[in-house]
């Protein structure tokens, strides 16, 4: 009888371990252990990150973060850490936590437009993946990518065509260059090389010239006319007189460092420099900024005049005079410089 009451005893006590194990595994499985208020929260996983890294960036997000460890643990997540940004939604248990950063890599939009240079660029990316500016800039300027591609140092800029794109956020600097040529390769389709052929151009020398009307006027409507002028100057070999690339090659120089110029003066006329479209015939060696979509396709779908003259029109802010002959032209050159000098603009 006594050996009877022992026999039960163990038993009970065994159910009782049983029951607390199961419990435990229970709450450390299936009970949800979130604690934020927001319906989903996110957390960026570097690559070859550690368990105590990513660990780091939940501990703020879970109700108990030692239940998560003991899982972590059983299902070996923390031997087998995957980067890329997660999703964990308000109210997820520990497995279903487990199983979303381990396997459900979210993509992100990434967006970028007018940058100046390359260096511009690599840090606005560098804010949006996860690779720094200093990786980016390396890749983008490699000599060897840039030569098997046909690009160098001036136009390399005219490779990353602004719009918004999709990436995994552990995206590394040589994946989006990659992909970045990829699209540009899909840009230039057949018909529009046909298009810059017929012009007489190159593709590198459509995306020099459209930075050109980009800086110009960024009025999408005006644009294939100022791409028009342009294009008609070098038709007959007249130089093109840009004053944007009078202001791209006076920023090389270090007395214009931190400087804005908002009016040009003959004395920027007079800068030795291959982007000075005043001195040299034909079109820079490369970009002078990044241009939007619609004026590279300004430039491959021109306006047709017989327009060989622009200047800014001070009663319409962002818009242009345009004129045939010169007199014309300085008379509405006149009109814009009375305009800048009423507004003490003088520099």
Sequence with gaps: MYIKKILWAVALIGLAICGYFAYYIYGAMFKP????????????????ATYSEVRAQLEPLLGDINTFDALANQKKYNTNIKAGRFAITKGMNNNDIINSIRSKNLPIKIAFNNQHNLEDLA???????????????????????????DFNKATAL?????????????????????????????????TRKAQAKKLNLTPNEVITLASIVHEESKQADEQPRVAGVYLNRLRIK?????????????????????????????IHKEIESPYNTYKYLGLPPGLIAMPDLSALKAVLNPEKHSYLYFAADAKRIGYHKFAKTLGQHNNNARAYHQYLSSQGINK
């Design 33 to 48: 252990n979130t604690k934020f208020n927001n319906e989903t929260a996110y957390i960026y996983v570097p690559t070859n």
């Design 123 to 149: 840090g606005r990316i560098s804010t949006q993946i996860e690779a720094d500016s200093l990786s980016l800039l390396n890749a983008m300027t490699d000599s060897a990518f840039l030569s098997k591609n």
């Design 158 to 190: 005219g490779m990353y065509l602004p719009n918004s794109y999709e990436f995994f956020w552990n995206t590394s600097a040589e994946t989006f260059r990659d992909r970045m040529l990829t699209e540009y390769n899909r840009f230039w389709t057949d």
């Design 238 to 266: 007249m130089p093109l007189q840009a004053d944007p690339t009078l202001k791209f090659a006076a920023y090389q120089l270090p007395q214009y460092k931190n400087t804005v110029i908002r009016r040009v003066l003959n």
